[in-house]
């Protein structure tokens, strides 16, 4: 009885023990969020980045120096500005009327923070109270850059309702940028694309923006682009016409196999009838040269008719010549 009685007093204590540092440890945490939630007078340190639209020269630069910023902060924020990286680097869109050429260090820029002081702030947000700044110069460097002017294509997926469809490929404007970057980079592009543009069951003109795909190491005059899409009704129909070659030689005989297909063609809803009558099939006899097996494709003189699209039945034909001329 003797041993489960002290078993039984010493189980108790543990118990006690175990809840007193529970408190006092739930006493520290509470102390310790109150603590953190106060605001202390500190000096912050940060690496500042910008972008900016220079001429010529490179879209983003990292400072030389450090901004010390002495302001008010939470402990929290504090304890996150020392142990966190990215609470450590502002990023900044600067105009280029703020930047000032250095006179000793080519490519060279720099900023009054006294200049930047508003977008510093609205950058830090709630996080800061700035009281002041002991970094009054920011330094970069802007590296030239050569530049070309290259075309810009759309890259569209439409749909349309039912009967309609686009009248002509999709209209972008400008439609074409000037791209900045280094010469080996520039090399390599021919063109930039536009971000996926989609719409759906179209029965209407639409219109609207498009932002341009990116391009690693490159900068846009324009990062966006207007396009817009002309739509119209169409019915379809279909006649039969005779394949022709245009400009044989003198003395060259030319079979064409079949020499006579169906095309299915769509023109504008409310196009006055006879269109057919006007209508030619033709493959123009350099073709034939180039091509390896005188298979080829008959070519529709849209150029003439007011015809949106077409597609013929065969979609090829089999062009043989013969002649002396061709000995």
């Known amino acids: ?29 509470i102390w310790s969020i109150h603590k953190l939630s106060e ?18 020269r490179a879209a983003e630069a990292q400072a030389e120096e450090t901004l010390i910023v002495r302001g008010k902060s939470t402990g929290f924020y504090i304890l996150q500005h020392r142990y966190s990286g990215e609470q450590n680097s502002v990023k900044l869109s600067v105009e280029r009327r703020l930047f000032r050429k250095s006179r000793s260090v080519q490519d060279g820029f720099y900023l009054l923070t006294s200049d930047i002081r508003d977008k510093i702030i609205l950058y830090l947000g709630e996080n800061v109270n ?26 569209a997926v439409l749909s349309f309702a ?35 543009i989609k719409l759906d069951n179209l029965s209407a003109g639409s219109q609207g923006v498009a932002e341009l795909k990116p391009n690693e190491g490159v ?23 005779a394949v022709e070659v245009t400009e044989a030689p003198q003395g060259i005989t030319v079979k064409v196999q079949p020499d006579v297909v169906t095309v299915y063609y769509r023109e504008k809803f409310g196009t006055s009838p006879g269109m057919s009558d006007k209508m030619m099939l033709y493959i ?15 070519i529709l003189n849209t150029n003439e008719v007011n015809v949106l699209s077409y597609r013929t039945e065969p979609a090829f034909v089999e062009v043989k010549a013969a002649g002396d001329s061709l000995k």
């Open 1 to 29: 009885m003797i041993k489960l009685r002290k078993f039984t007093i010493s189980y108790e204590r543990g118990r006690q023990l175990l809840l007193f540092l529970f408190c006092l440890f739930l006493a520290f945490i």
């Open 39 to 56: 605001e202390y007078t500190v000096y912050l340190k940060y690496k500042v980045s910008v972008a900016s639209d220079l001429t010529a």
């Open 130 to 155: 700035v009281e002041s700044f002991a970094t009054d110069t920011l330094s970069f460097i802007f590296p030239g850059q050569t530049n070309k002017r290259v075309p810009v294509s759309s890259r």
């Open 162 to 196: 039912p009967q309609y469809m686009a009248a002509a490929p999709v209209k972008l404007s400008p439609d074409t940028v000037t791209i900045y970057g280094e010469r080996a980079i520039l090399a390599t592009i021919d063109s930039v694309i536009t971000m996926p």
């Open 219 to 241: 900068r846009y005059s324009h990062n966006e682009v207007l396009y817009s899409v002309d739509v119209t009704r169409y019915v379809e129909r279909s006649t039969i016409l």
């Open 284 to 298: 123009p006899y350099a073709e034939i040269a180039k091509s390896l097996n005188g298979v080829l494709k008959p």
